[in-house]
């Protein structure tokens, strides 16, 4: 099983981006997660794609928006008003597979 995230990039602030987590496997609740340098991993939201229930971190609720394409074993996190203090490298993990994480995406805010 793997993931793979994508969607990364170089924004102003204020920009936004759409980050993808693509899974290789069926999944309930997909989170992403985020490791700026020097900090711990810090989960930012959650999904669950059965009950339809997302979460945030305090510092991306009302910015942040984490989807799912229900065809598809992908999830998605639309990032807007981006703030430089979420330059990270993002990834995606799914509960059903705690073990299996992918390269992440890096994520840059700066002017």
């Known amino acids: 099983e793997q993931l793979v995230e994508s969607g990364g990039g170089l924004v102003q602030p204020g920009g936004s981006l759409r980050l993808s987590c693509t899974a290789s496997?069926?999944?309930?609740?997909m989170r992403w997660y985020r490791q700026a340098p020097g900090k711990e991993r810090e989960l930012v939201a959650s999904i669950n794609s059965r009950t339809t229930t997302t979460n945030y971190a305090d510092s991306v609720k009302g910015r942040f928006t984490i989807s799912r394409d229900n065809g598809k074993n992908v999830v998605y996190l639309q990032m807007n008003n981006l703030k430089p203090e979420d330059t990270a490298v993002y990834y995606c993990?799914?509960?059903?597979?705690?073990?299996?994480w992918g390269r992440g995406t890096q994520v840059t805010v700066s002017s």
């Open positions: 993990n799914a509960i059903i597979r705690p073990a299996t």
């Open positions: 496997f069926n999944f309930n609740t």
